[in-house]
């Protein structure tokens, strides 16, 4: 079982730049490949991101560049940096937890989700 806690969100101007946190409890952090979504408002969960147990990257092609996620393993924590923020990337950001297999962008493939931190952009 894994828990996991978002935090970091918040109002922040276009063009600026917010650090998202998600704390995971447990002894087998480093196992898992954690990801994270969005909900823009009315709209459906989506991928953004997600870091392999092993440590690799994949990101949604339309964020590539702006995003970037890390994970401290000694810490139990995954990291979502953003950059260049835009009014279209207001929305719940939700951290997800798999254990490690092959790349996924399914909201289906992970097993494990916080309860998510608001984002919003001011134009």
């Known amino acids: 079982q894994v828990q996991l806690v978002e935090s970091g969100g918040g109002l922040v101007q276009a063009g600026g730049s917010l650090m998202l946190s998600c704390a995971a409890s447990?002894?087998?952090?480093?196992?898992?490949?954690m990801g994270w979504f969005r909900q823009p408002p009315g709209k459906e969960r989506e991928f953004v991101a997600v870091?392999?147990?092993?440590?690799?990257?994949y990101y949604a092609d339309s964020l590539q560049g702006r995003f970037t996620i890390s994970r401290d393993n000694a810490k139990n924590t995954v990291y979502l940096q953003m950059n260049s923020l835009k009014p279209e990337d207001t929305g719940v950001y939700y951290c997800?937890?798999?254990?490690?297999?092959?790349?996924?962008?399914?909201?289906?493939?992970?097993?494990?989700w916080g309860q998510g931190t608001q984002v919003t952009v001011s134009s």
């Open positions: 997800a937890a798999r254990a490690a297999g092959d790349i996924s962008e399914r909201t289906t493939a992970y097993a494990y």
């Open positions: 870091i392999r147990s092993s440590g690799g990257a």
């Open positions: 447990g002894r087998t952090f480093s196992s898992y490949d």
